[in-house]
């Protein structure tokens, strides 16, 4: 019996549509000469901010906003099922599954190109946050040695205690709007799409396993069943 249900299930995945499986690829690695030692937890986070913003809302936001200018009629829900993105070890992959291979790879090409451009805007604030955290360092040290040694030093631009703090406010006001566009991205952290999605040649064997097992796990239930509980069974094994 379980052999049976395993043969209807490889039965069933042979009529069903084929499944084509395009895949685009990004590396990220950690810059320690920038970042300094960090923990495993560190890196971890680091990295899985990366997955996170490939598989953003905001990308595929974009993606079907993209699609559509291509007559293609797709929503984000459907994207989400059709595309995944896996992280292994420093690389992250995008998977995306259709009955079409060219638009297998269209698709997967376009995700990744948007959340490419995503990425490098993001690293952009990154950088630039990066840049405005010295200079409020810098600020603030200039404002704690005005106010011990008047008057201020030549670092402080020749300002007044008042006009330095102004400033600090302001700074931190921009650093704060410039960390949240780097969504958790900084500047030691290398990003790159390093492979395109190319149209597949063969389809995936995706679900045919699945559907093997569950048809032999049937088959075996469906035999316990009939050797248990139907009576020309229990006679026969009597």
């Not at 840049?131 to 300002?159: F, G, K």
Request: negative net charge.
């Amino acid at each position: 019996m379980a052999l049976l249900g395993a043969l209807c299930g490889w039965i069933i995945h042979a009529y069903l549509p084929p499944v084509y499986e395009a895949q685009a690829v990004f590396s990220a690695t950690i810059d320690y000469t920038q970042t300094g030692m960090m923990t495993q937890f560190e890196q971890d986070q680091a990295l899985n901010a990366v997955g996170h913003l490939i598989a953003s809302g905001e990308v595929l936001d974009r993606v079907v906003a993209q699609s559509r200018t291509k007559g293609m009629s797709l929503t984000v829900a459907e994207l989400r099922r059709m595309g995944t993105v896996e992280r292994q070890v420093d690389a992250f992959i995008l998977r995306l599954r259709t009955v079409n291979a060219e638009r297998a790879a269209y698709l997967a090409n376009l995700w990744a190109g948007e959340a490419n451009a995503l990425i490098n805007d993001a690293q952009a604030h990154a950088l630039q946050a990066a840049h405005l955290a010295r200079y409020l360092q810098s600020l603030e040290s200039c404002l704690q040695r005005s106010l011990v040694i008047p008057p201020a030093p030549t670092l402080c631009y020749q300002r007044s205690p008042t006009e330095i703090q102004d400033l600090i406010t302001e700074t931190s006001q921009q650093l704060q709007a410039e960390r949240q566009a780097s969504r958790n991205l900084f500047p030691g952290l290398l990003i790159q799409w390093v492979e395109e999605a190319t149209p597949p040649t063969q389809p995936t064997q995706f679900g045919r396993n699945d559907l093997m097992l569950a048809g032999a796990l049937i088959g075996l239930l469906v035999g316990i069943i009939s050797v248990e509980v139907l009576p020309p069974f229990r006679h026969i094994t009597s």
